[in-house]
């Protein structure tokens, strides 16, 4: 690249007051709102006249549209009349031009609306102008086209994304389809909790997984832990040490698109070496928002309800002095007015939609440093594409510097290039801040070189930057490693096996993790429980998921461990006897390691220093379950490997080598005879 632009210089950016100004979006989901169903915009003979779309109302009240509207990119459309209670509405631009297609009239004609053949996004509007729902075609993240032929609704779920949608490859249905059916179930889902069982005793983290089965669809999903709301999704990594030893109940809860309730809920008995007040936990978070083209990106943030949070592309907020940004602000202070409120900064000049960063935090912001550029290891200055954004908060005192990241996108070994010495650039940068606790965050449109197997990405990228800061060793890109600072990929420390991808979930075809949030050493010993887009709206707010993790911030003031071991891997359990088995695992690499749990049928029943253990005494005959878990010397339990299973039968009986046998014995009576078969009997025995 050559010099940088006049609009890039360095930055320390005053405190910006707060315009109270409140913007209100909400998604519905099927069954309690009008949802649109079918869309007819590219006709079979004249756009003009035959485009229509249809409307469905599955509440047991009629709606009347006055003041309700529907837009799409170019204009806006005053809707009218009445939406009969579980019934169907068409809104058509001609009613003659309709009825040559089907024979019947529309409920509403004169749209005005020119949908797009080459991409559009119809929005509905209530009236209070509130988002009711959406559907897009031939553009980002909604990939589904039609020609001459209507596009249908054909989830019974609103996830405001392409998969509820179909070309329908005909003239369509208007004014029928399935949704009626769903309004005479009266039937709640059925609940279960498969994990943990009920009953047992926990450590450390616990996966708790709902399963629920319904007629039709189970709309939604939410995990209560004594009371408290935890999560809306069907699975949940809960730390047990946030709770005091004892009883504690857990409860699932899930709704069908009939709004009919099923629940569920099991106690589990917690016994931790140490605890963790929730109070002492912070959510921090980074999201690149796609500049905000979904509006749905606002409920994502609500839904997660971070202490600190850095955007990635945020566009324009910067324009008119910051007049998005304050808006963002003051809605999300309304929102959470039980929370501290947040303040903010946001990157200054910026010229395209796909650049920009903000923060918002609710810990003072003493410093705001803008960065267009970085200094090489030969000292020479590399203009970036994305300014980084670099902000000192003070966390109840201890100084804590985040750095907003947005590598060059795309791949191919130019755009390589540009990103490794973005960062080669950067890590120099944060060397350069001395022995400081940081957090680097963002969206750096590369790979993981921990990310392989199971664990790897759709797409070419490349792995040059994150190996810069996982792997000073790397003969090729540990020459820019830090020479001050270790780091530590905050996710995979936590989430050893989950894929946690960030990209793909709109195209599939480029699944992958490419935003991160990377500690330094001075931080890696208080980070607890990462996850990546696992709300409701997490879909349909961006094409990435957040990445968020808790910073324990009184452990990090008393400099007390509190991150729990790794998962165990490659946990083997081989039968020695019918009444003993030999457990092995692969050690952990932390160098903090005291002893590891194993536990058999979901209880403890030893503890090991070396990564095997023979269990002794058990049953003939029997299967057993074995975990396995790494305990630090602070005390803190990692997650249980996964389960092994294994079934104590005499291994010298085991039924392979008794069909092997078999096999053998009739081969060779089959050449030559009984003599040969007595033979192998005997050698059987020896």
Known sequence: MGAFSSKKFLFILALVSISQLLITTNASLTGDNIIITEVLYDAPSDDATQEWFELFNPTDTSVDLAGWTIEDNYDTYDLSGIVPAEGYYVVAKQTAAFNS???????????????????????????????????????????????????????????????????????????????????????????????????????????IVVEATDDNVVASYEIFIDGNLKSTASAYLWDSRTVSNGTHTILAWC?????????????????????????????????????????????????????????????????????????????????????????????????????????????????????PVVTLDNGSIYD???????????????????????????????????????????????????????????????????????????????CGPLTMMLHPEDVTYGQYSSKNHIFTDVFRLLNPTDPGYTYGHQNPSFDSRIDFIIANDYLSDYLVNSTVGDTSTADTGSD?????????????????????????????????????????????????????????????????????????????????????????????????????SVQTTDPQNSELPLLSGCLAILMMGALGGVKRVVYLKKKRKV
């Not at 009939?258 to 589990?268: F, L, P, R, S």
């Not at 592309?313 to 202070?333: K, M, R, V, Y």
């Not at 390691?593 to 403890?604: E, P, T």
């Open 101 to 207: 297609l089907y024979g019947f009239n529309p409920d509403l004609d004169g749209l005005t609306l020119a949908l797009g053949n080459s991409g559009d996004l119809l929005t509905l509007y209530d009236d209070e102008s509130t988002l009711v729902d959406s559907v897009a075609w031939e553009k980002s993240g909604w990939p589904i086209s039609a020609v001459d032929t209507t596009i249908r609704r054909i989830s019974l779920l609103d996830t405001d994304s392409y998969s509820d949608w179909e070309a329908t490859g005909s003239l369509g249905d208007p004014g029928d389809g399935p949704y009626v059916g769903i309004l005479l179930d009266d039937t709640p889902p059925t609940v279960n909790i498969t994990a943990p069982a009920t009953g047992v005793n926990v450590t450390g983290f616990v996966e």
């Open 544 to 644: 990435h998921y957040c990445v968020d993790f808790f910073l324990g911030i009184d452990a990090l003031q008393s400099q007390t461990d509190i991150t729990a071991p790794a998962r165990v891997l490659g946990v083997d359990a081989v039968v020695t006897s019918t009444t003993e088995v030999s457990l092995s695992w692969t050690a952990n690499s932390e160098n903090d390691i005291n002893h590891y749990n194993i536990y058999r049928d979901g209880l403890k029943i030893a503890e090991s220093i070396n990564p095997s253990f023979n269990d002794e005494g058990l049953a003939e005959e029997t299967w057993y379950d074995y975990e396995i878990s790494a305990v630090d010397t602070t005390g803190n339990e990692g997650l249980k490997s996964e389960i092994k």
């Open 255 to 371: 709704k069908d698109l009939a709004n009919n309730i099923g629940e569920y809920n099991i106690t589990v008995y917690v016994e931790n070496y140490v605890t963790i007040v929730d109070q002492d936990l912070i959510k921090i978070m980074s999201y690149n928002i796609e500049y905000g083209i979904d509006p749905d990106w606002i409920d994502v943030v609500k839904e997660e309800n971070p202490d600190i949070v850095i955007f990635i592309e945020t566009g324009d907020w910067d324009d008119n002095s910051d007049e998005l940004l304050n808006q963002h602000i003051a809605d999300f202070n309304s929102y959470f007015f039980n929370e501290k409120p947040y303040v903010g900064y946001t990157a200054q000049g910026i010229t395209y939609s796909t650049s920009g960063e903000a923060i918002m935090s609710r810990f003072p912001i003493t410093e705001s440093i803008q960065i």
């Open 384 to 462: 970036v594409t994305h300014d980084f954004m670099q902000w000192k908060i003070d966390i109840d005192g201890t100084d804590v510097y985040l750095i907003g990241s947005h590598l060059k996108a795309l791949s191919g070994a130019d755009n390589e290039y540009r990103r490794e010495r973005e960062h080669e650039g950067i890590i120099n940068y944060m060397d350069a801040l001395g022995e400081v606790p940081i957090l680097y965050m963002g969206d750096l449109n590369s790979f993981s070189p921990e990310d392989i197997g199971s664990l790897g990405p759709e797409g070419d990228l490349g």
